[in-house]
């Protein structure tokens, strides 16, 4: 998921890949390597800052570093502090602390500060008499940050220091996994956040600031003194309903973290005027509250001691007011639950341990209105066998009927490669339409590909796509916002395959 989601964009020097296990080791791929096994593997500074440093009062701060001052040979501990008037965070170094001559209640910690190293007696002032006796803090290299809480001392960077070896991975507790009492969501940070418990209250980001309402929750903010939203949310494990809107991105994300296991929500097309509503329970549900429809994408990874298993769930359509819930029955299964218009989705499914893995893949499975898919692998030989689907018709907890999918994947250089073994031009969703539809396509290898929409008459109409493309599956967007009412057909011409389908535009 790093690698998927933020290679692209964070590191353009790492070479481009189809699978990072295949990337080669030199000076622009070791430094990105370690960055990501380091963030994911310790995150070392979470606990502490979530559980005590974010709960100090200034006072109680500066007390903090008057011991650390004082004291002869005491490990070094940066200063961090967060916008208590919006968004972002910052670490520096206090190495003094003065009294003000007149006023008592006054205290200056001068610092060093590597956002303005040449700024000359930087200092943060602290009241201690303000805000009822707990104290008040101001900075003026960071005009407004100030307030009454979010400074804190990190504890000593010397704790993650000693004895620094990394035991094998033989036997080793998945770096993944949280403690089964913790929750972290983490939205695409290009939009406004709410998170809101069973009893109504918030955390999240809006309206341009930070809000921790939420028992127990704390922003995850990256310390390096830019105004930028959390990049997520921890809180207590308990029930959460999450809406995401003002998107200033075309790409919505978010994550689910909890114990072993991870959920995720991807979607392209979010514009500003849409919302996207979620609910966790264990499992992540979203509906859509918009007239637009969506495709989304959804991921669940479970991580043990010796393997990862992995589901995604692919090019589902969301129309207004629908929605779907993934969840996990047990540690071996998926179960997909929709509520709304029948669709038809794609299904990948994966496993890597320390001798193997293994995937499998179906294009286009089709789903009832108002219908769950409980999806169950058989580990023991994912690539090789069928896929069981027990299927309940009208959510009401019943096995109605039992689908069993081939694998549709090809598997190539070690199961490096996932393509699809045939060609395909799949049924426009929706149909009928108006005025937009999607088309989807799939490709067994690299061919020049030619999409065009006809009418009924016979007469091209536009070609939507006519370019060498490598092997895999894609989709396309028809806007018919200028034509007329009526019947219309689709081509497709790639390698020596050719298929007409039938779309109906109804205004």
């Given at each position: 998921?790093?690698?998927?989601?933020?290679y692209p964009n964070?590191?353009q020097?790492?070479?481009?890949?189809?699978?990072?296990?295949?990337?080669l080791?030199?000076?622009?791929?070791?430094p990105?390597?370690n960055?990501?096994?380091?963030?994911?593997?310790?995150?070392?500074?979470?606990?502490?800052?979530?559980?005590?440093?974010?709960?100090?009062?200034?006072?109680?701060?500066?007390?903090?570093?008057?011991q650390?001052?004082?004291?002869?040979?005491?490990?070094v501990?940066?200063?961090?502090?967060?916008?208590?008037?919006g968004?972002?965070g910052?670490?520096?170094?206090?190495y003094?602390?003065k009294?003000d001559?007149?006023?008592s209640?006054?205290?200056?910690?001068?610092v060093y500060?590597?956002a303005?190293?040449?700024?000359?007696?930087?200092?943060?002032?602290?009241?201690?008499a303000?805000?009822?006796g707990?104290g008040?803090?101001?900075?003026?290299?960071?005009?407004?940050?100030?307030?009454?809480?979010?400074?804190?001392l990190?504890?000593?960077v010397?704790?993650?220091?000693?004895n620094?070896?990394?035991?094998?991975?033989r036997?080793q507790q998945?770096?993944?996994?949280?403690?089964?009492?913790?929750?972290?969501?983490?939205p695409?940070i290009?939009?406004?956040t709410?998170?809101?418990?069973?009893?109504g209250?918030?955390?999240?980001?809006?309206?341009?600031?930070?809000?921790?309402d939420i028992?127990n929750?704390?922003?995850?903010v990256?310390?390096?003194?830019s105004?930028?939203?959390p990049?997520?949310?921890?809180?207590?494990?308990?029930n959460?309903?999450l809406v995401?809107?003002?998107f200033?991105n075309?790409?919505?994300k978010?994550?689910?973290f909890?114990?072993?296991?991870?959920?995720a929500?991807?979607?392209?097309?979010?514009?500003?005027?849409?919302?996207?509503?979620?609910?966790?329970?264990?499992?992540i549900?979203?509906?859509n509250?918009?007239?637009?429809s969506k495709?989304?994408?959804?991921?669940?990874?479970?991580?043990?001691?010796?393997?990862?298993?992995?589901?995604?769930i692919?090019?589902f359509e969301l129309?207004?007011?629908?929605s779907?819930?993934?969840?996990?029955?047990d540690?071996?299964k998926l179960?997909?639950v929709?509520?709304?218009?029948a669709?038809d989705?794609?299904?990948?499914?994966?496993?890597?341990t320390?001798?193997g893995?293994?995937?499998?893949?179906?294009?286009?499975?089709?789903?009832?209105?108002?219908?769950?898919h409980t999806?169950?692998?058989?580990?023991?030989d994912?690539?090789n066998s069928q896929?069981?689907?027990?299927v309940?018709?009208?959510?009401?907890?019943?096995?109605?009927?039992t689908?069993?999918?081939?694998n549709?994947v090809?598997?190539?250089?070690?199961?490096?490669?996932?393509?699809p073994?045939?060609?395909?031009l799949a049924?426009?969703?929706p149909?009928?339409?108006?005025?937009?539809?999607t088309?989807?396509?799939s490709i067994?290898?690299q061919?020049?590909?030619?999409l065009?929409?006809y009418?009924?008459?016979?007469?091209?109409i536009?070609?939507?796509?006519?370019?060498?493309?490598?092997?895999?599956k894609?989709?396309?967007k028809f806007n018919?916002a200028g034509l007329?009412?009526?019947?219309y057909?689709?081509?497709?011409n790639?390698?020596?395959?050719?298929e007409?389908k039938?779309m109906?535009l109804m205004?």
């Amino acid at each position: 998921m790093a690698f998927q989601i933020r290679y692209p964009n964070f590191y353009q020097n790492f070479p481009n890949f189809i699978n990072p296990i295949a990337v080669l080791s030199d000076t622009n791929t070791i430094p990105v390597i370690n960055e990501l096994f380091t963030h994911q593997f310790g995150n070392p500074h979470r606990d502490y800052r979530s559980n005590v440093g974010l709960n100090k009062t200034p006072n109680q701060t500066l007390n903090d570093l008057k011991q650390m001052l004082i004291t002869d040979g005491a490990p070094v501990q940066t200063l961090s502090f967060m916008n208590n008037n919006g968004s972002g965070g910052h670490a520096i170094l206090s190495y003094k602390i003065k009294k003000d001559p007149i006023s008592s209640n006054i205290f200056y910690a001068y610092v060093y500060d590597n956002a303005y190293p040449d700024s000359n007696n930087a200092r943060i002032v602290f009241n201690t008499a303000a805000n009822g006796g707990n104290g008040s803090w101001s900075y003026s290299n960071w005009t407004g940050w100030g307030g009454n809480k979010w400074i804190y001392l990190r504890d000593p960077v010397s704790n993650y220091l000693t004895n620094p070896t990394i035991n094998i991975a033989r036997g080793q507790q998945s770096p993944f996994i949280l403690d089964g009492n913790l929750l972290q969501i983490c939205p695409s940070i290009n939009a406004s956040t709410i998170i809101k418990d069973e009893s109504g209250n918030i955390t999240g980001y809006f309206n341009g600031i930070i809000h921790t309402d939420i028992q127990n929750s704390s922003p995850l903010v990256v310390d390096n003194g830019s105004e930028t939203p959390p990049y997520g949310y921890e809180l207590p494990f308990d029930n959460y309903s999450l809406v995401t809107n003002n998107f200033t991105n075309d790409t919505m994300k978010v994550f689910f973290f909890t114990g072993n296991k991870t959920f995720a929500y991807k979607r392209a097309g979010a514009i500003q005027s849409q919302t996207d509503r979620f609910y966790f329970d264990g499992g992540i549900s979203t509906a859509n509250p918009d007239q637009e429809s969506k495709t989304i994408n959804f991921v669940s990874i479970i991580n043990e001691t010796t393997q990862e298993k992995f589901f995604a769930i692919r090019s589902f359509e969301l129309t207004q007011n629908d929605s779907v819930k993934i969840e996990n029955p047990d540690s071996n299964k998926l179960k997909l639950v929709s509520y709304g218009t029948a669709k038809d989705y794609d299904i990948e499914i994966s496993f890597a341990t320390e001798t193997g893995i293994g995937r499998f893949g179906n294009f286009n499975v089709p789903l009832s209105a108002n219908t769950s898919h409980t999806f169950i692998p058989n580990w023991t030989d994912l690539t090789n066998s069928q896929l069981v689907v027990l299927v309940d018709l009208g959510n009401n907890g019943n096995v109605d009927d039992t689908l069993y999918l081939n694998n549709t994947v090809g598997v190539e250089n070690g199961g490096n490669l996932l393509t699809p073994v045939e060609y395909n031009l799949a049924q426009n969703y929706p149909n009928p339409f108006n005025p937009t539809t999607t088309i989807r396509y799939s490709i067994p290898k690299q061919s020049l590909v030619s999409l065009k929409v006809y009418d009924i008459l016979g007469r091209e109409i536009v070609t939507l796509i006519n370019e060498e493309k490598p092997a895999g599956k894609y989709e396309v967007k028809f806007n018919a916002a200028g034509l007329s009412s009526g019947i219309y057909f689709y081509t497709i011409n790639a390698g020596s395959f050719v298929e007409t389908k039938k779309m109906i535009l109804m205004k």
